[in-house]
């Protein structure tokens, strides 16, 4: 058998395709019991050869897992028709707000409305509460902006209870925690105390992004996406174009000095009384409208799992319309949040505007948007029905024209002109920011939706408001306003429309992906109806995994049943030891899925996945060498601190396991054999009574007085019901403990069933015993 290779090597530079198979040549000239022997009597011109040999292993190896991959991503491109929401019947707004009653609609507008108003108050307002606090233009534009920066400490939370908790009851609280909020800015004595409320106001406002989205999603059919954005950030628009008329009004009337706390203290009230109601708005299925669309029937989850944001988030930044969007939106975002409040400082201090003239100012921009948004809204519904990517396109389209208007407005010479120019960038902008909310419902997986439109928030006003706030804040007080403008809205405008228009050629791939989850999931709940009492123990589906631009695991799938031994072989490289991190959490797939009794858990944490019963005793060093043996246990035990009893009949019974160590606890662990460090590692993972064990190269460096032993442990707990994957490199210590076997070979399946019939697959057997396919 060949040497094996370490474990950080097989796993991490071979399965990332790196290290190829030995050619041909070189390894049929080796004895089977050496892999190293050739090399020390071949002549001097051998290392030469063998070098090239490598090397043209390595470019046959790295073309080979390129078209896997993009076999992988094609094989996944279903036809236009059936994509969800493309094809079929076309719903009118009207038809698709009966489909999921009007009332969600109108609770969650008005919501965005009172947003909008308070928003455009403290644009309209900045001004005078810099002069109120003696602040320079910078600092007001920072505290400005705060509010969108603030949006990114809320948005995970809110992602996080959109996706596990009943959406009505965050948005009631987030909405009650707003109103405060409004009405403590008004009532701020100092600086520090306004920017505390923005803070405040950012932070519920978040839940607008991510939890706003995610109902509206699940409550109206895909068809009318489009148009139910466009008509919520219309009506929010409307309240922004009426708000500074209305606030210049309030303050102007108020009069004096304070005239600019008016606004917010009347804005509060409204608030409130809409965040009470939203309480009571219904809760939809996740993923309804995409199931119908694409499986004709809803399939409900009555126990979904919690989902940890890091495997979330990891799953969707590997859809590449979603990269792609997010930081087409981050870019716009860098003058999208500044401008305006740059725009009134501009218009005070160059143009002398006076508070009138600038409300004025931006009620004809609001004006404008409620006229382009009916148009742009139904035709992205139309083209997202004919073809997702022109629909996609069409965002980016929009986009571009402000890279070139923006250097018109801002050298008008007079204040009409200014004011007037400024109409046409500002809608193309905004009418493009209205439809991020489709775009991403459309390709996130539906139980990711909330956190999905938190990543879009996170990015968009962390990277973008923030980033655009401090850069334009920073040049304005070393220039001016326009400067700051020039300088950031210019590339970020037209880097925003070219990423947008990039991500079109992603959205349909991304697309089948929705639509193959959604038929595995429809085809697992009819295997569990058909035989309930049948469900794997484990099972992995549709799995693929990269690491980074690198992928290694292709469509890889099996099961486990309940007390079985399943063996997982191949060449290094192969896969193995990455499967097993994806089993347990370490690794998310960018496809596939996991589940631990017909449950899914692809999105559960490594933790979590422990406490459910799923562990690993990774390949390598698994102790801590300067610790007893004792001190081993109890580290690997600390999750049962406060069960003392528990935990003590846990030590007692690992100890019984392994006798030998129960005569070493007071030893170090470093100064054990390499067989007793493995049995204490063991040790330390069955102290939790695991479901499912998961074992990486278990005779790796061992001894075969060692490996009897281990196996005579493995055989007991095998009788004792434990469902168990071990990775081995030993086909015979493979067929001496497992029931079944997986051999895969360069991240695919390539056989399944018997460990027996493994065996009599001359082929196969060799490329375990060899490290390539025999021949």
């Not at 944001?309 to 087409?328: G, H, P, S, Y």
């Not at 631009?549 to 079985?564: H, I, Y």
Request: hydrophobic share 50%.
């Amino acid at each position: 058998m060949s040497t094996p290779t370490d474990p950080m090597t097989a796993d991490g530079a071979a399965e990332a395709g790196a290290v190829p198979p030995l050619p041909a040549a070189a390894s049929a000239a080796a004895p089977v019991t050496s892999a190293a022997a050739p090399v020390a009597a071949a002549p001097e011109a051998a290392p030469a050869g063998v070098a090239a040999g490598l090397a043209a292993g390595l470019i046959e190896a790295e073309a080979q897992r390129r078209a896997q991959q993009a076999d992988s991503q094609r094989e996944v491109l279903f036809a236009d028709e059936l994509l969800p929401g493309v094809g079929g019947e076309r719903l009118s707004l009207r038809q698709g707000l009966t489909a999921g009653g009007s009332v969600t609609f109108l609770t969650l507008m008005t919501l965005s409305a009172l947003d909008e108003l308070e928003s455009a108050a403290l644009t309209t307002l900045a001004p005078d509460i810099r002069d109120a606090f003696g602040l320079s233009d910078g600092a007001i534009v920072f505290i400005s902006a705060a509010a969108g920066a603030f949006l990114v400490l809320g948005a995970l939370p809110m992602g996080w209870l959109a996706d596990r908790c009943r959406r009505s009851r965050v948005i009631g609280w987030a909405g009650v925690v707003f109103s405060v909020m409004v009405l403590a800015s008004g009532l701020a004595a100092n600086a520090f105390l306004f920017f505390l409320a923005r803070f405040g106001v950012g932070v519920a406002k978040s839940s607008n992004n991510s939890v706003h989205g995610s109902l509206l999603a699940d409550t109206y059919p895909i068809g009318v996406r489009g148009r139910i954005s466009a008509a919520n950030f219309g009506a929010a628009r409307t309240a922004g174009a009426l708000s500074p008329l209305v606030v210049a009004s309030i303050a102007t009337l108020a009069g004096g000095a304070d005239g600019w706390r008016w606004p917010f203290l009347i804005l509060g009230l409204p608030a409130l009384a809409v965040a009470v109601f939203a309480f009571r708005l219904p809760e939809p299925p996740r993923g309804q409208h995409e199931m119908k669309s694409v499986l004709g029937e809803v399939v409900e989850d009555a126990e979904p799992m919690p989902i940890s944001v890091e495997a979330a988030f990891a799953r969707l930044l590997r859809i590449r319309t979603v990269k792609t969007a997010i930081v087409a939106f981050s870019a716009l975002g860098f003058s999208l949040f500044t401008t305006s409040v740059l725009a009134n400082l501009w218009a005070e201090d160059h143009y002398g505007m006076s508070t009138f003239q600038r409300g004025l100012m931006g009620s004809l921009g609001g004006a404008a948007l409620l006229v382009a948004l009916p148009i742009v809204g139904p035709r992205y519904d139309r083209l997202y029905h004919r073809d997702p990517a022109r629909a996609v396109a069409l965002l980016g389209l929009c986009i571009l024209p402000g890279a070139v208007l923006l250097p018109v407005q801002w050298f008008m010479p007079n204040w009409v002109g200014f004011m007037l120019a400024s109409i046409p960038g500002a809608v193309f902008s905004s009418v493009a920011f209205s439809m991020v909310g489709p775009v991403m419902q459309s390709v996130t997986p539906y139980r990711l939706r909330g956190l999905g439109l938190a990543l879009a928030a996170v990015y968009m006003f962390f990277i973008g408001a923030t980033g655009g706030a401090i850069l334009s804040g920073l040049i304005s007080n070393a220039y001016d306003p326009r400067v700051a403008v020039l300088v950031i809205g210019i590339p970020a405008t037209a880097v925003g429309g070219l990423m947008m228009i990039r991500s079109a050629s992603f959205v349909k791939n991304d697309l089948s992906l929705v639509v193959a989850d959604l038929r595995e999931e429809l085809a697992e709940r009819d295997r569990q109806r058909e035989n309930p009492d049948d469900v794997p123990a484990l099972q992995v589906n549709n799995i693929d995994f990269s690491y980074g631009p690198v992928q290694v695991l292709f469509d890889v799938a099996f099961d486990v049943k309940k007390g079985e031994t399943l063996a997982l072989l191949g060449t290094n490289g192969a896969g193995k030891s990455t499967i097993l991190k994806v089993i347990c959490g370490l690794g998310t797939p960018s496809r596939g899925v996991v589940r631990l009794g017909g449950r899914t858990i692809t999105y559960v944490s490594p933790e979590q996945r422990g406490k459910y019963g799923v562990h690993l005793l990774p390949g390598g060093k698994g102790v801590f060498p300067g610790m007893t043996v004792r001190e081993n246990l109890e580290m690997a035990a600390f999750r049962m601190r406060r069960d003392a009893a528990g935990r003590e009949r846990r030590f007692a019974y690992v100890l019984g396991l392994f006798p030998d160590l129960e005569s070493r606890q007071g030893q170090r662990a470093g100064s054990l054999s390499g067989g007793q460090q493995q049995m204490l590692a063991l040790a330390m993972v069955l102290l939790h009574d695991p479901e499912v064990l998961l074992i990486d190269e278990l005779s790796l460096g061992l001894a075969p007085v060692v490996v009897q032993d281990l196996l005579a442990i493995l055989e007991r707990l095998k009788q004792d019901g434990l469902t168990i994957i071990v990775v081995e490199q030993s086909l015979n210590i493979a067929l001496a403990i497992a029931d079944r076997a997986v051999f895969l070979e360069k991240g695919q399946v390539r056989f399944t069933g018997p460990a027996r019939e493994l065996a009599e697959r001359d082929d196969l057997a060799r490329a375990v015993f060899l490290g390539r396919e025999g021949g």
